[in-house]
């Protein structure tokens, strides 16, 4: 009659969210898709001009990427308040924001990593030179789980509201802003032949915090959301 | 010194517990002490509380008023997680995890009870065959025995079961009482609700009242 080693609780809630998000894979693929649709509107927008486009691919796509995942995120936790596997998970005898943390890694994963895969190739299409995709992967590699994080505790802070997509938008998306300038950042700087570090750096730093904050805050919202 | 059962305290009293949603009282001041090996019926109309109440000792909800004490010891949250099993109106099932997958999720958070395992509890509780079915094509007597099954599965000493006999048929319903009756011979012990007088339970079982 012991409980479950912390490691096994771990491996047990990632692999159920992978394998749920695995039995619907339509769902991974409408972001994709989403951005890809997005990335082809810029050219016809505004001419297919090389230069033009060179200059905006990296912010095109840096956005292209929020936006996409912004479409997936306010399903993060709504199915399992619905069917009452949260209050399972918060009553289980583990530590709520590991199990969380674990949960936000699944989604992202399952959403924000496709996006990263298919980065490089929305890029090209709007000619972004080739010595700079690795700057734009590196910065996305930082920036879309810091947003899975920040976009979790603004998630769990809406849980008890219906309706909730277009109000954790408004929301998230001025949080967003540091990201876009540094992502975005690193990205204009590699393409001028500049230094690029620095920016990435700032975006690993905040990274850091979020994974050690965002959890935390995200547990304590989500135990509010089900006091009420 | 002392026999031991004469001086041990109840699993879980409360005294005067009471609880207000925005200053109106739900239900309260009640009072009910469980021992281990018990089983109580918790009864009253709808909106009475019941479910509220056993939301207040899965965990879920604040004491508003009162004293809950769990074992002698002023009861704590955190102290009992995982010694408490609750099942409320969402049973808590993926419905596109099959019923294995679902209670290997639970297993590997809430631990194993000793000689237990996932396809025997499922066998036990009727669904064999039905193992590999996703939640969803189940019926819903069937997704309630898949959800009892985590009873059997997880080690707790309370249970905290809301409704537990809607949408089984009487086969079920004997199953849920066998359940009951087996963890109360093995020292544990159970709040049940149940609205209107009607109750299934074998013999006089112990009442806890609502008022409103």
Known sequence: MSHAPLVSACAAVLRRDLTLAWRRRGDIVMPVLYALIVITLFPFALGPEDALLQRIAGGAVLVTMLLAMLLALDAMFRSDIEDGSLEQLILSPQPLALMLGMKILAHWITTALPLIVIAPLLAGMLHLPTAVMPVLVYALLLSTPLLSLLGAV??????????????????????????????????????????????????GAALVMALVLAPLACAAALRIALDA | MTAPDAVAPPLLEARALSFYRQDEPVFGPLDFSLHEGEVALVEGDNGSGKTTLLRILAGLL??????????????RREEHLGD????????????????????VVAAGLYGTRDGRSVDNVLADIGLAGYEDEPTRRLSAGQKKRAALAGLLLLPATLWLLDEPYANLDRIGIDMVNRLLEQHAAEGGAALVTSHGAVSFLHGEPKRVRMHV
Do not use: Y
Not at chain 1, 161 to 185: D, E, K, N, Q
Not at chain 1, 192 to 201: E, F, T, Y
Not at chain 2, 62 to 75: N, Q
């Open chain 2, 62 to 75: 604040h004491i508003d008023e009162g004293t809950l004490t769990w074992r002698g010891k002023p009861w």
């Open chain 1, 154 to 203: 603004l998630v769990a802070l809406t849980a008890g509201t219906r309706r909730s997509g277009m109000l954790l938008a408004l929301m998230l998306l001025p949080l967003c802003v540091p990201v876009v300038i540094f992502a975005a950042g690193a990205v204009a700087a590699a393409q001028q032949g500049l230094p690029w570090l620095a920016p990435i750096a700032w975006l």
């Open chain 2, 84 to 103: 408490t099993l609750f099942l409320g109106h969402h049973l808590g099932l993926k419905a596109d995890l099959t019923a294995r997958e679902n209670l």
